[in-house]
């Protein structure tokens, strides 16, 4: 089993800060995905990387897989209230999730 | 949107019952999961299968079978519910192949055990 481990596990900022949450093993990933969660609701999907030292944006989410392919980040720039969820990490064949990083954006 | 449907979305029922949770995707995706997650919790993996016959046990899968007998269909049957099975089911399903494993998820089950 490849283990997933994400950090923090707690985080609460202000609106318009930035930060940054981490997703690690000791294993090789062909690919990591990253999902949000809101209470209530499945995980949905942001984005997948695939390449060692790959960058992907989707607006303000900045996606980073290293360049060993065993860890990622997650950086949002200037966070909204809109991005309180539980954020998720999840990868290898047997499709095993990081415990997430709990994040609350307070106005 | 992802075209996969679960249901109940809740259900209260007491110890010792026989359940049955519903998962249906018409997205013709290969690979389904059911998850358990308490709330603010991480997931846990319970079942999964590659296609049809195909079923495989994840971390907590004792107390529970899946059956896989259509595409679209992955249903998750406890036999013997008891209050320690109170949780959120997800169910997901992804492409086959050669593929990022990229899961779509349902809304999810609310169970209460009582």
């Known amino acids: ?107 | 949107e992802a075209d996969i449907y679960q249901t109940p979305r809740y259900l209260v029922i007491g110890t010792g019952k026989k359940i049955t949770l519903e998962c249906s995707q018409t997205m013709g995706h290969d690979k389904m999961y059911w998850y358990q997650q308490d709330p603010g919790m991480e997931l846990h993996l319970i079942h999964y299968s590659y296609g049809v016959n195909s079923t495989e046990k994840g971390d907590l899968s004792s107390e529970s079978t899946v059956s896989r007998i259509r595409t679209e269909h992955f249903p998750l049957t406890l036999e013997s519910a008891r209050p320690s099975h109170t949780s959120q089911y997800l169910c997901a399903s992804s492409f086959g192949g050669i593929s990022y494993n990229e899961q779509f998820f349902g809304p999810g089950t609310r169970l209460t055990v009582l």
């Not at chain 1, 949002?76 to 990490?89: F, V």
């Open chain 1, 1 to 107: 089993t490849q283990l997933l481990e994400q950090s923090p596990q707690f985080l609460s900022i202000q609106e318009g800060e930035n930060l940054t949450v981490y997703c690690n093993s000791s294993s090789v990933f062909s690919s990591l995905q990253w999902y949000r969660q809101e209470p209530g609701e499945g995980p949905v999907l942001l984005v997948t990387v695939v390449t060692g030292g790959e960058v992907k944006k989707l607006k303000r989410l900045t996606f980073q897989f290293g360049d060993a392919r065993k860890d990622s980040s997650l950086h949002i720039t200037a966070a909204q209230t809109g991005d309180t969820g539980l954020y998720l990490c999840a990868g290898g064949n047997d499709m095993r999730f990081g415990a997430g990083t709990r994040l609350t954006v307070k106005p």
